[in-house]
């Protein structure tokens, strides 16, 4: 009996220890090569639209600039207001459809090449690289005692992570505070409470997130990892590992003839692993930790052309493809199902719809507001007036002049100095008082809409319900 009790301990032992497993450090290899390059690329283009918008202008201010305390956000020519929301949930189930009709197609594009927690982590480990050295230099440093030479390593590479950290906080405030505002601030020390604490919070967000946490936030605190499996079938263009070409895999000379010894293409040199920036076999099959960055192909490919080997052991392919062939057929078989003509086509239709929307978009809101002080009163010309205040917005960037109408009763006249004035990008409150003669209508409440025109462009106009009293 006390065998079995000391396996069952051994066992519960082994147990405990997995689960409390302490992570362990990840030390990527740089790899170079095309997928290595279109992820460069794709950095450098989102970093120099994300740093770069703040300081371009458009008629004499920022160009992109959402001004919360004026709740006005400019984009370029546009100038976009609360009222505006609708154009903001376009473009978030446009953005949520990309985002299902690329995964459903190939996979996590998204977390691979453009996520900005891979494109931070990647911009974070190049500066590692550049200061610590390439992987085993790394690895012996963090293992080496302390030393100045040690210390100085260090606080150089997090000087410089704190320092591109807090300037991504700035260039992401500045997005909310006119920038060259932000800087001046900064610079002379009169920053905003508010300000300095989103440039903190953001810069040690960027701080933590790419320099620290990196894979955990991947593989623990985003929920595309989890959900992604719903998206992805057979026909999904995943990194796969063509296991019966590789396998068994096994250590060789260059020159051997690997399959006289009965090996596949696999030299198991764990290269691929040791570039993998969340740590995974890709051998060991489509994991949920795996961001598609492809690192390992490019990384495989390398070897296998130093070994004169066929590229592709680790590839871009189909579950279906992998099983039954590639080939052209199987990528019109990718593209053409069902879920992909559904998603496209609503990201074509939603894409459309609100293109459409902002082309046809009238720079002119009209809001009326009775006054509830007087609903009613006679004049002395013994018409009956009720008052109202029009609340105009001109959302465009220069001055218009709009003529006030009214109808619905017959004889109505408008009380208000014409043509009204409104500046650029300003909602302006006019008092209007609306009169008719009270011979021939019913007391009561009447259906009446107020017409405001632009004085030079008949076709800019906007309508406006309300109602008018009789006593």
Request: charged share 20%; hydrophobic share 45%; with cysteine.
């Amino acid at each position: 009996m006390t065998q079995p009790l000391r396996s069952l301990a051994s066992v519960s032992n082994e147990v405990e220890t997995a689960l409390y497993e302490v992570r362990k450090k990840i030390y990527p290899r740089a790899v170079h090569g095309r997928f290595a390059a279109a992820r460069w690329a794709l950095v450098w283009l989102t970093q120099l639209v994300f740093y770069g918008l703040p300081w371009l202008t458009w008629n004499g201010r920022q160009a992109v600039l959402f001004d919360l305390g004026a709740r006005r956000f400019y984009i370029f020519g546009y100038v976009f207001w609360p009222q505006d929301f609708i154009f903001l949930t376009g473009l978030l189930v446009i953005s949520a459809l990309a985002l299902f009709l690329f995964t459903a197609i190939a996979g996590r594009l998204w977390c691979g090449y453009a996520c900005p927690q891979t494109v931070y982590t990647e911009i974070f480990m190049w500066i590692e690289r550049v200061i610590e050295g390439d992987r085993m230099r790394r690895m012996r440093l963090d293992q080496a005692p302390l030393s100045a030479s040690k210390v100085s390593l260090k606080a150089v590479k997090h000087a410089l992570w704190i320092a591109a950290a807090l300037w991504t906080g700035v260039t992401f405030v500045g997005y909310f505070t006119p920038i060259q505002v932000l800087t001046d601030e900064i610079a002379t020390w009169t920053l905003g409470p508010w300000e300095t604490f989103w440039i903190v919070f953001y810069g040690f967000a960027t701080y933590g997130n790419a320099g620290w946490m990196r894979e955990q936030v991947c593989k623990y605190m985003c929920p595309y990892a989890r959900f992604q499996g719903v998206m992805f079938d057979r026909d999904t263009l995943v990194i796969t590992y063509d296991a019966a070409r590789g396998e068994p895999r096994g250590a060789r000379s260059r020159s051997a003839d690997y399959k006289a010894a009965g090996l596949g293409a696999c030299v198991d040199c764990n290269i691929c692993v040791q570039v993998c920036p969340t740590g995974i076999d890709i051998r060991t099959g489509l994991q949920y930790e795996c961001i598609g960055c492809a690192a390992c192909i490019d990384a495989c490919d390398q070897v296998m052309d130093r070994m004169s080997y066929p590229r592709g052991l680790i590839r871009y392919a189909t579950q279906n493809a992998m099983h039954e062939g590639d080939g052209p057929r199987w990528f019109l078989r990718r593209l053409l199902r069902s879920r992909i003509a559904v998603y496209g086509a609503l990201l074509a239709l939603v894409s459309v719809v609100l293109l459409a929307g902002l082309y046809l978009r009238v720079p002119l809101k009209v809001d009326v507001i009775r006054d509830r002080a007087t609903l009613v009163r006679d004049t002395s010309e013994g018409l009956i007036e009720n008052v109202y205040r029009l609340q105009i917005m001109n959302t465009d960037e220069r001055i218009h002049r709009y003529v006030v109408r009214a109808s619905g009763l017959e004889g109505l006249t408008v009380s208000v100095r014409q043509p009204v004035e409104v500046p650029g990008a300003t909602t302006l409150a006019v008092a209007v008082a609306v009169q008719v003669d009270p011979a021939g209508i019913k007391p009561g409440s009447h259906p009446i809409v107020f017409h405001v025109e632009d004085a030079e462009d008949p076709h800019l106009r906007a309508d406006e319900k309300s109602r008018f009293f009789v006593r």
